[in-house]
C-alpha cells in the first residue's frame, strides 16, 4: 500500500473516476449525474486511492442541508465509497474515510451521514447506525 497515493481528484480525473465506479453496478451513467446535476459537486470533495496513477478506490462527500427539529444543518452526505477488487482488505477505503472525515471537519459540516450496510465497517470511523423510517406514496391505478 505504500505506493498508492491519497487525494482529492485532479482537474479532468472525473471520467477516470466514473469508470471505476461503473464496475460497481455496470453503469457509468448511473454516477455520472452526480457529476454533471449536483450543484454541489466538488472535486474537493471526492476522494481517490490512486497506484501509479490509476484510480482504484474512491469516495464522494456530498454537502447537502438538512432541517432537523426547525435547525437547519450543513450535513456531509458520504457516498459512493467503492474499491476495485484487487485492492479490497487492504484498508485503502478506511484512509480514503479518514481524509473525508478530517475534510468534513475542515469545511464545517455539522453532521455525517452515509446509508450503509457495512455496519461494523463504518461503526470503527465513528458512524453509528440509526432506525429509520421510509415511507413512500404508491401509484394509484388509473381508472
Given at each position: 500500500m505504500k505506493d498508492l497515493e491519497f487525494r482529492t481528484i485532479?482537474?479532468?480525473?472525473?471520467?477516470?473516476?466514473?469508470?471505476?465506479?461503473?464496475?460497481?453496478?455496470?453503469?457509468?451513467?448511473?454516477f455520472a449525474r452526480y457529476f454533471r446535476h449536483d450543484?454541489?459537486?466538488?472535486?474537493d470533495l471526492c476522494f481517490?486511492?490512486?497506484?501509479?496513477g490509476r484510480i482504484v478506490s474512491t469516495l464522494?462527500?456530498?454537502?447537502?442541508?438538512?432541517?432537523?427539529?426547525g435547525a437547519v444543518l450543513e450535513v456531509g452526505g458520504v457516498g459512493n465509497?467503492?474499491?476495485t477488487a484487487a485492492y479490497r482488505e487492504r484498508g485503502v477505503a478506511s484512509q480514503l474515510l479518514t481524509r473525508?472525515?478530517?475534510?468534513?471537519d475542515q469545511h464545517g459540516f455539522e453532521l455525517s451521514l452515509l446509508f450503509a450496510v457495512r455496519l461494523l465497517f463504518y461503526s470503527r470511523h465513528g458512524w453509528r447506525s440509526h432506525l429509520r423510517h421510509l415511507i413512500f406514496i404508491d401509484r394509484a391505478d388509473a381508472p
Open positions: 485532479l482537474p479532468g480525473e472525473r471520467g477516470q473516476v466514473l469508470d471505476l465506479l461503473a464496475e460497481w453496478f455496470g453503469d457509468r451513467k448511473l450543484p454541489a459537486f466538488r472535486d481517490v486511492a490512486a497506484d501509479r464522494q462527500v456530498f454537502r447537502k442541508q438538512v432541517r432537523i427539529k465509497v467503492f474499491t473525508a472525515i478530517a475534510a468534513m
